[in-house]
């Protein structure tokens, strides 16, 4: 599909974290302590994650979140503006920035604790938030800031008439007036149970539909699966690669499917194209850093 002009606008509120990695052959268990053969820092979070995603894949992309007053906020907010993301919301609070302390496994797998820091501060929009939000095409949420942040950025998407794309991770129990906001949920297969209370993913994106009009799960080395009312259920598979780590997958996935979206592609296409992007980040290491340019995800 070519490309359409002007891009689409997406403002991500969510998290920025510094990611503090250790990668070893396989994760401790409790009590234990295993040899690791590399640690990295990555900037990360889940919402500063799915900003550079979709940045590289196309979009304008305004970043609306927080960092604290370390060294870690100062390398965060460059990271994001080198991607192409407009900082100029991302507040400094004083203290330390998020953290996520993460042990990569030599099957790629993960374990990961966060740490929220500055995030924790984001409460509420400011005026200049909401303008921001009106301007946008989609709206991208996730878990790692304070629920009612989530709840304030869902209702002014709402009142603007934007697109509403909620990533319910971490898994927590939310509110259903929350998810009555929302426009297009995109839980991988664990989070879409837990939300549903149904193991089976084909069955807990129809329970989802009750409350949401859109559900996409993420089904890892399987692929993903689309569901709206009214429609057939979709299933696209996902690229056979070999992971090295798939700390960022969901993310990078997220916001390629809303740069896809938003330029109008079909849903199978959309969600074929958001899963060549993420099959190119499980290849590399790290969170932000192993995100593709849109020339890369063109190139498969």
Do not use: C
């Not at 990961?112 to 946008?136: C, F, H, K, W």
């Not at 192993?290 to 995800?297: D, G, K, L, T």
């Amino acid at each position: 599909m070519t490309r359409t002009w002007p891009p689409p606008r997406i403002a991500v509120l969510g998290s920025t974290n510094m990611d503090l990695v250790a990668y070893v052959a396989r994760a401790p268990g409790l009590g234990e302590t295993v040899a690791g053969r590399e640690f990295r820092t990555v900037p990360g979070g889940k919402g500063a994650n799915q900003a550079v995603a979709a940045a590289r894949a196309g979009a304008e992309v305004s970043m609306i979140g927080a960092v604290g007053s370390d060294d870690f906020g100062v390398r965060l907010r460059t990271a994001l503006a080198e991607s192409g993301v407009d900082t100029g919301l991302l507040r400094t609070v004083d203290g330390p920035s998020g953290t996520a302390h993460i042990v990569v496994d030599d099957d790629g797998g993960n374990a990961i604790v966060v740490v929220p820091g500055a995030n924790a501060s984001v409460t509420g929009l400011t005026p200049a938030d909401e303008a921001r939000i009106a301007a946008a095409d989609a709206l991208l949420l996730q878990l790692e800031l304070p629920l009612e942040a989530v709840v304030a950025g869902a209702r002014a998407a709402r009142r603007h008439g934007v697109r509403t794309v909620l990533t319910p991770s971490p898994a927590r129990p939310l509110p259903h007036d929350l998810l009555e906001l929302i426009d297009l949920l995109v839980p991988n297969e664990h989070e879409a149970s837990g939300l549903a209370g149904v193991a089976d993913p084909r069955a807990a994106a129809e329970e989802l539909l009750r409350v949401v009009p859109e559900v996409v799960v993420t089904l890892g080395a399987a692929g993903s699966l689309y569901a709206a009312r009214g429609a057939r259920p979709v299933t696209v598979p996902a690229r056979r690669v070999r992971a090295v780590d798939t700390t960022a997958a969901g993310d990078t996935f997220t916001g390629a499917l809303a740069v896809a979206l938003g330029e109008g592609r079909a849903v199978p296409d959309a969600l074929a194209w958001a899963s060549a992007a993420a099959s190119l980040s499980v290849q590399r290491a790290g969170a932000s850093s192993s995100m593709p340019y849109r020339s890369e995800i063109e190139a498969l």
